[in-house]
């Protein structure tokens, strides 16, 4: 499921020359099954419980409103900040490394710049981040330096 606004319009984002290899966003299914556990147990527990749980699920669909792209030059991040418009988050994929993320809960991944900049892929499945890594350092694919 496909939030509304969560769509980047990568086209007109890209810079000129510059080729999209994937994009995505976080996987909705993880918002769902703990938003419907919260319920659930609010309905059992009491309505203060969906008081106390209504942060978590907050931030869960904030993340889940987000998109990410990989292309030949950057790593991208369109936000949707609360009460914000959109944004933009880019770093370049030349001196970027993936760090994954493949516990049992949430997966993710988390490119670093060498200034210490990073932008967090989150809520992805474990077949999305393994596709990631391979495709960012699969030959002819690296960024110009």
Known sequence: MILAGAIAD?????????????????????LAALAGLVVMFSLLLGPGLLLLLGL????FYHFARDAYAL???????????????PRLIALPRSGTWPSPSLSRGARSLIFTATDHRSI?????????????????????????A
């Open 120 to 144: 967090h892929f989150r809520l992805l499945d474990r077949k999305t981040v393994k596709h990631l890594v391979r495709l960012y350092t699969a030959p002819g694919t690296r960024a110009q």
């Open 10 to 30: 990568w086209a007109n984002l890209l810079e000129p020359g510059e080729s999209l290899l994937w994009t995505g966003q976080p996987n909705f299914a993880s």
């Open 56 to 59: 978590p699920v907050s931030l």
């Open 71 to 85: 292309t030949d030059r950057r790593i991208l991040l369109h936000s949707h900040p609360f009460g914000d418009p």
